[in-house]
């Protein structure tokens, strides 16, 4: 049995131009996000062998009122996933089940709701539940002094089909 994967991987990050240049010269890091809705948890997000999908994520942020992004730019990096929680492998979904239903039972003793997935679409972008799951799998690893995962790495459907019947969508990506 294993959890880390071999190798390296390419990783895409969409942001600001400036903040690429910044971090190109040592003048900054790229920063961990800490949004409830962040649907692989709390940590910099990477587009999986994909710069021109993290690109098109950043054009699109880079539209919407208030944003950051003023000129989108991408940022490759190389990753060592080490000891990765990895969900495109079927048995570390076990793990997601067990800190679901943890979760679910922390929340009712303590009267509080489940968070929910929600979105304008079918694709439900925020994905509070889902941020919830993975936070809680990570703290009960820390509870009960396990191996922490390094990295998270899940595949995403998102998008309308590109065709008819399709089960192939126009967005998919799988991000770590």
């Known amino acids: 049995m294993y959890t880390a994967r071999t190798g390296l991987t390419l990783g895409f990050h969409g942001t600001d131009a400036s903040i690429v240049q910044q971090v ?3 003048q ?3 920063e961990p996000r800490n949004n409830p809705y962040d649907w692989l ?15 098109q994520w950043a054009t699109e942020l880079s539209q919407r009122p208030g944003s ?3 000129q989108p730019a991408v940022i490759g ?3 060592d996933l080490g000891n990765c929680l990895d969900l495109l492998d079927y048995d570390n979904l076990e793990y997601l089940k067990s800190a679901y239903r943890l979760l679910q039972t922390s929340l ?3 009267g509080t709701r489940i968070p929910r997935n929600r979105g304008r679409t079918a694709d439900l972008l925020l994905r ?12 009960s690893f820390e509870a009960e002094n396990r191996p922490a995962f ?12 590109i065709y008819e019947t399709a089960g192939f969508r126009e967005k998919n990506h799988i991000q770590i």
């Open 28 to 30: 900054a890091e790229l």
């Open 150 to 161: 390094d990295s998270v790495r899940g595949v995403f459907w998102e998008g309308e089909p």
């Open 24 to 26: 190109l010269t040592g």
């Open 128 to 139: 509070e539940l889902d941020c919830a799951v993975i936070q809680m799998l990570h703290a």
């Open 41 to 55: 948890g709390n940590g910099i997000y990477f587009w999986d062998n994909s710069p021109s999908r993290a690109l």
């Open 77 to 79: 990096v190389i990753l």
């Open 108 to 110: 009712e003793v303590a």
């Open 68 to 70: 950051h992004i003023q």
